[in-house]
């Protein structure tokens, strides 16, 4: 099995920062796309910004220039830097990763982390 850990959430202002992280272990092979999205209370899940092994990033147009989607391949690990926090960034983040398992199977499966709580309130 695979687990995804985030942590960084918490509570800031608007104007603010956070680093939010996800770390994967567990029976890894490979990771293909990793990804951020938040669900804010009543709405749906929706994408943040995701990012390929080789390091090209996609971002929503909602945290372009303010967000920052990076991964270390070597680490398995995920970061999203957040500047200029605004009170609608408030939301659990979720980490996301495509993993392959097996060395003789090429195959992805799928996870999600627990999620972390980003709240941006004065």
């Known amino acids: 099995q695979v687990q995804l850990v985030e942590s960084g959430g918490g509570l800031v202002q608007p104007g603010g920062s956070l680093r939010l992280s996800c770390a994967a272990s567990g029976r890894i092979f490979s990771i293909n796309d990793m990804g951020w999205y938040r669900q804010a209370s009543g709405k749906e899940r929706e994408l943040v910004a995701t990012?390929?092994?080789?390091?090209?990033?996609n971002y929503a147009d909602f945290v372009k220039g303010r967000f920052t989607i990076s991964r270390d391949n070597a680490k398995n690990t995920l970061d999203l830097q957040m500047n200029s926090l605004k009170p609608e960034d408030t939301a659990v983040y979720y980490c996301n990763a495509d993993v392959r398992q097996h060395a003789l199977l090429y195959s992805y499966t799928n996870y999600w982390g627990q999620g972390t709580q980003v709240t941006v309130s004065s």
């Open positions: 990012i390929t092994s080789g390091g090209s990033t």
